[in-house]
């Protein structure tokens, strides 16, 4: 690619008049004497590359796919710049809260445990979130949905995901703040427990279903361990995890979905945690609050399935001597994992809570922590799909104030709900308006 | 070739994706003529393609349209700004750059491309405080070497040549700082200054012409004619178009003629004293 420029600048220029010098280096010459050199000062390090991404590395991949690749229709991204998101989805406490089910391996904070509120965006962020405030307090696992739903969902490429649960009447126009309800409890360690103001009310109302739930996670948590029954795969599409939990399993507005034999990450026994409704989403953001002593945490964004999404891990390396956070971000497209980019953040003091969020628009990725940008990346690849997280060795961290939003461009919430029918079909790329102003590009 | 010939591929973008990963740039412009919606994806893909030609100015075209229809794209805008950049058309190139940082300020690599156009327009100091705001360690070297130029434009020698020095120390950039050191030890005559960085860039970049000229103008300034002779000479052959080389190399090859006709004229008088004082008879 003809990439090189010439960043030479004559130092002798002192401003832009040339002339003069070249005057004076005229008469010098014409003189019997020597003259001085121009020395040049290069710019040569300063000169950037075409902003390309990495289209050359994908056309190959686009002439012999994988089995299971499917053809992108749209190779070359539309790239939207970042705008005030029109709409906001916020998936925090529940507004009818679930009934309270103590983790069997993790007790639940208390209710005067400190929390983490991450409600108000900072000031002057390009971002306005149209979010309620609210106050989370604990992380809970819900498991009731999942075990309802046990049927395998795959998300393919462009298969209309079922519209969201959300009551229209319930969303303002323009403005949708979407929260957890009671029939809709998110998968294990993402959910968020009630408020105590509630909690009165939830044990009054929950306490036929706490008893359910209670003979139920045993049951559930049977499910996700190792497999112990061989048949326990039929309950299954057919394919398991490596161990032999459920390739995917919808709970709410969430769905996990399992590595199985050939997908990338089924070494680790890798699993996505996806939220549905914004499975179609271009651009977004994920914010929460990560509990750093719970293990390394890991992000998902523009997953369309198993085979292709972007990822970040977080690891927190040295709490106790050299606290260093280990910010390792990578790709998966076509079923193929890139090569893990890492980046080391040494941190002067191990916070319990750290906000983290990324900002997804257009090709360009960028991870806040704290509210202060740390790392940003470009990726082409992908141009659209859903966020979440991602767990291997079924190890969960505990993520506190889940927040995604997605921009305006996001197909899904590109129509009014009441065309929820049809809120979720792929539209056919944008055509210029200047379609005339082809003779400019040439070719 | 058309893109036709290639099997299995449904349409003209993927087809021109295909023929690009095959190097067959130009196929993959023609086949993307074909297409029959002009959508921004296709502009981006031929402006990228157009860019690898050569075709720079066809290039900045295709990515000026996305940028007509969609003014917030800020992948076709940075585009843009590098295709002015490469034409050193500097103002509008960093009025590109500006409009990608407007919509994303987060994005260094349009804060580096605009320190440079800075530079260019002999902005120094708006390009110092450009260069100051990249945070991202992907283009903190490159940063830092801007800065310097700046400090360097600025006539800020000290900073500059620190900063060009902890660079060296560090390994980055090693040629392209001590070309900047050779320049800027010649702009304050420290002449022993020159011919250490020269030589040292000689060293990494044997063809080196501004090491060259560092050791060319030492030469001069030193009155040491033949090795001015001899810098002056290679630099003629790297770089016919150096006139400065030329007019020296002129002058100094007359200096080592004057000097060795000085000598030679003198020679013959020192040998007719010495001759007649030999020829003497002895007394």
Known sequence: MAQSQTGDVDLNRGDLNHGANDAAATAAVLSDRAV??????????????????QTATEAPQAIVPSERARPTPVPVAPFAAPSPPAISVVVSAPAVAPPVVPEPSRPAAPPDAPAVDIASPAPGLPWELAAPAFRLETVV????????????????????????ETPAATVPPMVATVESATERPSVPNLYTAPSRIRKSLIWKLGAGALAAVAILIPVWRQMTRPAAHPDQHARTSGQSTPNGAPASIQSGDWIRQASVGGDPGFQQARQLVLYKPGLKATDGRIEFAWSTNSGDVGVVFRAKNLGNYYAVRLKLLNPRTTPTLDVEYFSVVRFEESRHQEKFLMLSKVDPALLVRIDVFGPTFTLYLQDNAVEYWTDVKLTAGGMGFFEEWNRAPQVNAVRISFGQRSEFFGKPLGDAPEFLTRKEPSVLARRESRALGGS | MSAAAAPGIPNPVEAALALRAAGRLQDALNALGTASEDTSDVYTLRGEIQFALGRVHEAAGSY????????????????????????????????????????????????LGLGACLLQLNRPEEALATFDACWSDAVRRRADFGKAVALQFLRRFDESEAAYREMLQSGQQTEDVLTNLVALSAEIHDWDAVQHYASRLLEISPHSVPAMQGLAAVALERGEFAAAVQHCGRIVELAPECMEALHNLRFATGQVMAAIQKRAASQPATKTKNSRTASRPPH
């Open chain 2, 64 to 111: 000026f349209t996305v940028v007509a229809s969609e003014p917030e794209n800020v992948l076709a805008q940075f585009n843009v700004g590098v295709c002015m950049q490469q034409l050193s058309r500097w103002s509008d190139a960093a009025l590109a750059f500006q409009r990608v940082l407007d919509m994303d300020p987060d994005r260094d690599e349009a804060r």
């Open chain 1, 36 to 53: 001085s050199f121009r020395f040049v000062v290069t710019l040569k390090c300063l000169s950037i590359p075409l902003d390309s991404g």
């Open chain 1, 141 to 164: 696992p819900t498991v009731l949905h999942a075990f309802k739903k046990p049927a395998t969902e795959d998300v393919p490429d462009g298969t209309p995901c079922p519209a969201p």
